[in-house]
């Protein structure tokens, strides 16, 4: 312990290790006859600002379980541990790893892979599903968005969690104690729940995808009012990402962007009442005394009862708390919030630079909506505009780009029709498309290398003088289209790659290239493979989860795009993508909230 003290005092921001955070829920090892740890392959600070896995955390809490937390520990401290043969542990009960019943880690973005192995590795437990066979160790599971498609990481996990995971997560657990352990019994039970996807089931030669009548059907909480979330939450030691309290105001989104995971995996809308956000607004302030309050979904705009809910918040905070702004769609931005969110910078994602691409990707905005955004956000006292777009969308060409230029353009010339105290500063975000599965987009090809570099080229020389650039890199954006996409033969590149030192590969300063190219040149894999155009009637390596969405209407959503068709959103109508036929608030069941 001695030389644990000694690690902590010599690296960097200890206090991401010590654990004893205010108000931090107070686990009890062994309680309700298990104990699951939450385990962010990230930092500290990173984790702490993630609202699902304190939901998660609290599902097991609610049914009386032992429940506590984990973090990636930056590279000084992983060194440190393997140095003293310390175990990674877990924050509140400092228990190691390998004595939880199950590790539960949550996949954010498919950059992090390599950083399970690395938390794995420095607890002490066997990398893959095949060497922990037959011994003494944690059940391994996953949850999170990336699940969407589980199979490059099939090789290292026993379970994985499709969809919501507020109850299914528990649910194996209470399974594992009734069976008195994972044996045949307890994997044979879970595996007929919704939202679990046991790997081993669907080994040997044939895929899952292809195997005949094998479906794994997502989890889905219907009632959003109802369901678990946490007013009590632990103040981060050190400043962390978000440092604010967070509200989820709706889960899934009416708009159906053609590129947009999330929009689809996340659908239908379900919303809180504004009786339930302000109460747990109340509560989450009242227990850790932050002075901002985010009101989070994937489009926080849309919100049926956006007005009364500030309202609501207003009256019922103190008044020194302010509302944090998500990034908003631009045809939803509300002079009101703008009004009573602190004057920072505003985000808008137009995504495209002409309504010709923006009908595309289903992205129903006009530029007059953008310009007027703006013009409202520079009225309510606002002096910085940051501006998302994507680059190497389909059909897109060189007067698209084009068309990124002219916006900033005509949005500076909007605020220097008024003099104003201070001086405009616009940032532009270009990033590099990336074909996801469960999209309109999924059997697109992602762009190759010399193309990224023309169009980032173009825009470098073309925008605007004074306007603030920033691009993703080539390759990175290459592999994350490669593990969204893959199969289950790349589970032996993630582990090559790891063994080379890839690590932290969502960090720019330390994501390691050519560990990762020589990875797959080592097991003879080109990444290229998994970026290609796919057959419309090809079998997908996700084909085997059902997200209820019809697999012909994101065919027919593809085929409108490639025709320049706007669908439009769930608001204006009932578009047929499947929903209604498995959840009761697609059918407005909840509508009333």
């Not at 010590?18 to 740890?37: D, I, K, L, Q, R």
């Not at 962390?240 to 689809?264: I, K, P, W």
Request: charged content about 25%.
């Amino acid at each position: 312990m001695g030389s644990l003290r000694k690690l902590l005092l010599k690296c960097e921001k200890p206090s991401r290790y010590t654990g004893g955070e205010y108000g931090a829920p107070e686990p009890v090892w062994g309680a309700g006859g298990f104990n699951f740890c939450m385990c962010f392959p990230d930092l500290y600070e990173v984790g702490m600002s993630n609202l699902g896995i304190k939901i998660v955390a609290g599902s097991f809490e609610q049914r009386g379980m032992c429940a506590d937390f984990c973090f990636a520990p930056a590279r000084d401290f992983g060194e440190g541990l393997k140095e003293l043969n310390v175990p990674l542990y877990s924050l509140a009960l400092k228990a190691p790893l390998k004595d939880f019943d199950m590790l539960g880690f949550s996949l954010q973005y498919e950059l992090s892979y390599t950083n399970v192995l690395y938390m794995l590795d420095l607890a002490g437990i066997p990398l893959t599903r095949e060497e922990r066979r037959g011994g003494n160790y944690p059940l391994i599971a996953a949850g999170g968005p990336c699940t969407a498609n589980p199979e490059p990481l099939a090789d290292f996990f026993d379970i994985f969690f499709i969809g919501d995971g507020e109850s299914v997560d528990a649910d194996v657990a209470q399974i594992f104690v009734e069976c008195g352990g994972a044996n045949d019994d307890f994997y044979e039970r879970i595996a007929a729940l919704d939202g679990v996807y046991v790997p081993a089931l669907a080994e040997g030669p044939v895929s899952a995808a292809e195997k005949e009548g094998f479906k794994v059907k997502r989890a889905l909480i219907s009632d959003l009012d109802g369901a678990i979330f946490p007013t009590r939450i632990a103040v981060p030691n050190c400043e962390s990402v978000h440092d604010r309290a967070v509200l989820e105001v709706m889960r899934g989104c009416y708009r159906g962007c053609r590129f947009c995971q999330a929009g689809f995996t996340y659908r239908p809308v379900r919303k809180r009442s504004v009786k339930t956000l302000t109460a747990q607004a109340c509560a989450l302030i009242d227990g850790t005394g932050f002075g901002e309050v985010s009101l989070n979904s994937l489009s926080t705009g849309d919100y049926g009862r956006l007005p009364e809910l500030i309202a609501s918040l207003k009256g019922a905070l103190p008044p020194e708390i302010t509302l944090a702004l998500p990034s908003l769609r631009v045809d939803s931005f509300e002079g009101q919030f703008a009004q009573d969110a602190r004057k920072t910078s505003l985000t808008f994602a137009p995504e495209a630079g002409t309504q010709r691409l923006r009908d595309v990707i289903n992205k129903d905005i006009t530029e007059e909506e953008i310009l007027r955004a703006a013009q409202r956000a520079f009225d309510a006292g606002y002096s910085a505009v940051k501006l998302y777009f994507m680059i190497g969308l389909p059909t897109e060409t060189d007067d698209d780009l084009a068309g990124i230029c002219h916006i900033c353009e005509k949005i500076r010339a909007i605020y220097a029709e008024v003099k104003r105290p201070k001086a405009l500063r616009i940032s532009v975000s270009a990033a590099t498309f990336v074909p996801k599965p469960f999209t309109p987009f999924q059997w697109e090809r992602q762009i190759g290398e010399d193309e990224v570099r023309h169009k980032q080229d173009y825009l470098i020389k073309h925008l605007p003088r004074g306007v603030k650039f920033s691009w993703s890199a080539y390759y990175p954006s290459l592999l994350e289209a490669v593990l969204a996409r893959g199969d289950r033969t790349l589970g032996k590149v993630i582990l090559s790659a790891y063994k080379k030192g890839c690590t932290f590969d969502g960090w720019d300063n330390l994501f390691c290239e050519s560990g990762w190219r020589e990875a797959f040149d080592e097991r003879g894999i080109s990444p290229h493979l998994f970026v290609r155009e796919r057959r419309e009637d090809e079998v997908l390596p996700w084909d085997f989860i059902d997200m209820m969405i019809d697999k012909k209407f994101l065919l027919s959503e593809r085929r409108r795009a490639y025709d320049g068709k706007v669908t439009g959103s769930c608001l204006t109508g009932c578009h047929a993508c499947g929903m209604q036929k498995s959840c009761p608030a697609a059918r407005g069941e909840y509508d009333s909230i």
